[in-house]
């Protein structure tokens, strides 16, 4: 079993420094390791969508803000404290359960969209998915 936490503090700051125009296929690039997440989808699914139905932050977002949230998710050492959680969780799991199956993972951090009002206010700027085996997505 492998976690694999995907480096999307530098895959964000390459997007954040180019122009906005030339952002979309960047956000494809970050998303790429996830694109087995919808291997049930017909025809191909375009990872730009998808980050934006994730709450992902805008192409032509507020940048100074989304910097300095990306520096203070960078301080904080949020990629390893990711892993070092889901390691603790497993070996919760495996403790309780010796014969439990726990797939590989791919997990993507990104910052979300400050100016989505509803990520904002009603779902208070945190939202995640993990409903598919494998896969876990956290926007904040």
Do not use: C
Request: proline share 6%.
């Amino acid at each position: 079993m492998n976690i694999d936490i995907i480096d999307t503090a530098a895959a964000m700051t390459r997007v954040f420094d180019v122009a906005p125009e030339h952002r979309r296929d960047l956000i494809r690039k970050m998303w790429s390791p996830m694109n087995g997440m919808y291997h049930f989808v017909p025809g191909e699914m375009d990872l730009a969508v998808i980050h934006k139905q994730n709450f992902g932050f805008p192409e032509n977002g507020p940048e100074e803000e989304l910097r300095e949230s990306l520096d203070t998710l960078i301080r904080a050492n949020a990629w390893e404290r990711m892993h070092h959680a889901l390691e603790r969780g497993i070996e919760t799991l495996k403790t309780a359960n010796p014969d439990l199956h726990i797939p590989d993972l791919k997990v993507l951090l990104l910052l979300g969209d400050p100016t989505n009002r509803h990520f904002m206010e009603e779902v208070k700027g945190l939202s995640a998915f993990g409903g598919i085996s494998g896969y876990i997505v956290i926007s904040v």
